[in-house]
């Protein structure tokens, strides 16, 4: 199932990219996408796993990108 965020705080598109590689890296996620220029975060991820994968990718963004926040749409 697909999930859409908007991506809020992001500085440049590397940023955006390497957030990505971590996403993917998240078991239970099949895959993630970050569009910089829309600042939109797809992930594909199945409807039994979202909320533990959903926590995951919160903490590795507040990592990698402290100041970033996502939400729902």
Request: charged letters at 40%; glycine letters at 2%.
């Amino acid at each position: 199932m697909k999930n859409k965020f908007k991506i809020k705080g992001l500085d440049c598109a590397n940023c955006a990219a390497e957030l990505e590689r971590a996403i993917e890296k998240i078991d239970g996620v099949d895959e993630a996408s970050i569009s910089f220029m829309t600042e939109r975060l797809i992930i594909e991820c199945s409807e039994e796993n979202k909320n533990e994968v959903m926590e995951n990718v919160k903490k590795v963004i507040k990592k990698e990108e402290p100041d970033v926040t996502i939400e729902e749409i």
